[in-house]
């Protein structure tokens, strides 16, 4: 089955400064069981980058939601993004870049008003 992806970085400046080589990595499960057992975390922050590897419609126990609703598929992965950049103290606003992968660019661009509710 093919899932649409939302790939997204972050980068928020912070009015502190951090030593440059000495920063720690914080690490964000959003599904702690699916991201340990496929060996990855949703999101890393480090120093005042944010990182979130990708976000596809799926439940908690890792199986896909919404099969055959693109614009719920889409809703589903802008809600797990904002749960991360809530997390980090983030909005959308942060979001400096995003890469959209999806198996259906005419669909998402039809549905594009959503995205720029965000």
């Known amino acids: ?10 980068e928020k400046s912070e009015s502190t400064a951090t030593i440059v080589g000495n920063e720690t990595p914080d ?5 702690p069981d699916v991201e340990k057992a496929y060996g990855y975390s949703h999101a890393v922050k ?11 419609s799926m439940d908690d126990d890792g199986n896909p939601t919404a099969i055959g609703d693109f614009e719920q598929q889409m809703k589903n992965c802008y809600a797990d993004l904002d749960k ?3 997390h980090y103290g983030c ?3 942060d ?3 995003e890469n959209v992968f999806t198996t259906n660019m005419p669909k998402f661009l039809e549905l594009s008003g959503y995205r720029a509710e965000i």
């Open 84 to 86: 991360v950049l809530k």
């Open 1 to 10: 089955m093919k899932k649409n992806k939302t790939e997204t970085t972050v």
């Open 95 to 97: 979001v400096v870049v």
């Open 27 to 31: 690490y964000f499960l959003l599904r």
């Open 91 to 93: 909005t959308f606003d």
């Open 46 to 56: 480090i120093g005042n980058d944010i990182k979130i590897s990708d976000a596809v």
